[in-house]
């Protein structure tokens, strides 16, 4: 409760500091524009974990945002899903994802990406396609040290998303 | 028009996925059976064998060897998943019964072979991805079993030498836990799963029977797990008991994996406390 007011008046006082244009999360700077949402903490696509266990187990917020950064990394170098990314804004993907990933691991992160629906229906993902980034996040866990039923519990939040992201 | 029409065709094709091999994750897509099935190594599983997603189709070949102090159980088939949906199976078995084969009035080294052909569909449920609700992945199949050795079979009692299991099966992995949990029902009146043949004097009715294993994934590439497998007791000339094993199956990547196993076969044919070694090799993709 007390964080949630903290968050709106440091959201009111960002909003007076800076333009407003700065403040629309469908299109930060150094983004691209993406078409207008509803931000809410549901589009994370689940409830975030209780407690601090999770998030020390990643290494805090430095190990999440290593590991999403390891994820995308070994994702655009993948032949089988490179092309999936090749028009993508991927400033925005991994501000995002840290976001999530943060916001998952009750890191303390809002997210304000869209929902996991809005973000994946018009790329045409398919199942391969989520078992190949899987793989690749499973890869960037083991190089942060994440225990293997740490990161089975992670993927366990993960997983039922894959009804939103893939489409065909 | 035509722009528009070809337009329309190439958008309707992008909506079919690509076919593409590998879609599941390492050890996902289970092993094989000693029926052929997929599954772990004496309980089938709701799985659709091999590596294929719904977007592509998965196959493998397997050899097993159980290695019984009185016996050597043999078998080696080929299976293929469609489109994690459908599982086609094919395994021939050979009940080697060696010395005792002497010791039995049937010869030195005499053997049964059995073939068994499996259909398997998944009806509902992703064992792995469905991770927000416990409604388990869930397939029916059956097995048609032929064994060569009918006049045998007839003269121990039994009343067929081919017959036919029907299954339901459920599996779920629980990935939080990292445990894999599953459980079969098999309406069958095959003894010793139809090495004996089908039926027998003392019932020749399909009686439903269960079977399930527990597994622990340990790491990407191996999990650890205990298999139980009721069985009918038909023929009044041996007893037949439940099986147990417990085994560990490693992924050495999606084409290669191994499972051994410490089997409890208990009676077989009047020769008590068959228990050893079970080893199967498995090659896919
Ligand atoms: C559970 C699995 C997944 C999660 C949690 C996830 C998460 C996200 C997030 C947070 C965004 C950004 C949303 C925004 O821009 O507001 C996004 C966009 C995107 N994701 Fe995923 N994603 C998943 C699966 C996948 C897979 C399997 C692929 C492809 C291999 C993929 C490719 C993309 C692409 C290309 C975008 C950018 C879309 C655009 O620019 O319009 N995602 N995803």
Redesign the interface.
């Known amino acids: 409760m007390i964080r949630k007011m903290t968050l709106t008046l440091a959201a009111a006082a960002a909003a007076f500091a800076l333009p407003a244009m700065a403040q629309d999360p469908a299109h930060r700077p150094g983004e691209e524009a993406v078409d207008p949402y509803i931000v809410a903490e549901a589009n994370a696509g689940?409830a975030p974990f209780e407690g601090t266990e999770m998030l020390e187990a990643f290494h805090g917020r430095e190990g999440s945002d290593r590991i999403v950064d390891g994820m995308l990394d070994r994702s655009v170098a993948d032949a089988?899903i490179a092309e999936i990314f090749v028009a993508t804004d991927m400033v925005r993907l991994r501000r995002t994802l840290k976001e999530q990933f943060c916001y998952i691991l009750n890191g303390g992160c809002a997210y304000t990406g869209r929902s996991m629906q809005d973000a994946h229906d018009d790329i045409?993902l398919?199942?391969?396609d989520?078992?190949?980034l899987?793989?690749h996040l499973?890869d960037a866990m083991d190089a942060e040290g994440v225990p293997?039923?740490t990161q089975?519990?992670f993927?366990?939040?993960l997983?039922?998303m894959?009804?939103d992201v893939v489409t065909? | 028009m035509l722009a528009s029409a070809i337009a329309g065709v190439a958008q309707a094709q992008s909506l079919i996925p690509d076919s593409r091999t590998g879609g599941k994750l390492l050890l996902t897509g289970g092993v094989s059976t000693i029926e052929g099935s997929g599954g772990g190594g004496l309980s089938t599983w709701a799985t659709i064998t091999g590596y294929g997603e719904e977007d592509g189709i998965g196959g493998n070949a397997h050899v097993t060897l159980v290695d019984l102090p009185d016996y050597q159980f043999r078998t080696a088939g080929v299976a293929v998943g469609l489109w994690d949906r459908v599982e086609l199976s094919a395994a021939r078995q050979a009940f080697d019964t060696g010395d005792t084969g002497a010791l039995l009035g049937l010869g030195q080294g005499f053997t049964f072979t059995q073939d068994v052909i499996g259909v398997k569909i998944r009806l509902t449920g992703d064992a792995v991805y469905d991770q927000d609700t416990w409604v388990p992945q869930i397939a029916i199949g059956l097995q048609h079993k032929t064994n060569d050795q009918g006049a045998i079979i007839a003269a121990v009692g039994g009343q067929d030498d081919q017959g036919t299991d029907f299954y339901i099966a459920a599996s779920k992995l629980f990935l939080a836990e990292s445990v894999l949990v599953s459980g079969a029902v098999r309406w069958t009146n095959a003894n010793q799963t139809g090495l004996l043949g089908f039926g027998g004097d003392a019932n020749d009715d399909h009686e439903a029977q269960f079977e399930g294993s527990v597994g622990w994934l340990l790491s990407r590439n191996l999990v650890v797990g205990a298999e139980y497998r009721t069985k009918p007791d038909n023929l009044s000339f041996a007893a037949e008991d439940d099986w147990f094993d417990i085994y560990a199956a490693w992924a050495l990547n999606k084409h290669l994996s191994v499972t051994a196993a410490w089997a409890d076969l208990g009676s077989i044919a009047t020769f008590d406390d068959q228990r050893g070694l079970y080893l199967s090799l498995q090659a896919g993709f």
């Open positions: 689940v089988r045409g398919q199942p391969a989520m078992g190949a899987v793989e499973q293997f039923r089975n519990r993927l366990a939040k997983a039922p894959r009804r065909r």
